[in-house]
């Protein structure tokens, strides 16, 4: 499989994180890049533009990184606020030459329920009320879908979903 760059956004609860772990261990030498990994320092706020150009900072710094080591297969998460700004970020990516592959993950209000209770966090609550609230402005940012391939996760493992997306890229 070539080299690319997959970038996987959705609620709080749709699967993103364990979708993909599920395809770093489906594809050989894929190099995941979790936004969280990048916001964990303080002061952050998801509400500042700023601190959210930072992250995308952060990621192209690592992508650069990787690709000077020889790595060319990439997976990034999205938060709901990076989602907002991606096609803003979208060029600084294409520069790399890489393929982009954009996927929202889609899951119903029960699935993402069920999923966040078997967490073992303790916000849990404060999560549920979040990923509702973003699932209703995921939807409103991106009724046409015109930048994210939509792939509905409801009654999918994260394994089911990576071999969605595997097969979406073979295509």
Known sequence: MPSFIIFLTGTT?????????????????????????FA???????????????????IRSQIAFHLGEGRSRFVVTLTLEMAAL??????????????????RLVASNDTIKARIIGRDRIQKAEELDNALRQQAEFDRL?????IFNRIETDGLDAHAVAGTIVRMLQA
Do not use: H, M
């Not at 599920?22 to 894929?30: G, H, I, K, N, T």
């Not at 991606?86 to 996927?103: H, K, S």
């Not at 991106?142 to 015109?146: D, H, I, L, S, V």
């Open 13 to 37: 609860g749709s699967g993103k994180t364990d979708t993909a772990w599920a395809l770093v261990s489906r594809l050989d030498e894929l190099v995941f890049l979790d936004c969280d990994w």
């Open 142 to 146: 991106y009724a046409a879908e015109t």
């Open 40 to 58: 964990s320092r303080s002061p952050f706020s998801w509400k500042r533009a700023a601190d959210v150009e930072s992250v995308y900072r952060g």
């Open 86 to 103: 991606f096609q803003d970020n979208y060029a600084a990516f294409a520069a790399f030459g890489l393929p982009i592959c954009a996927f």
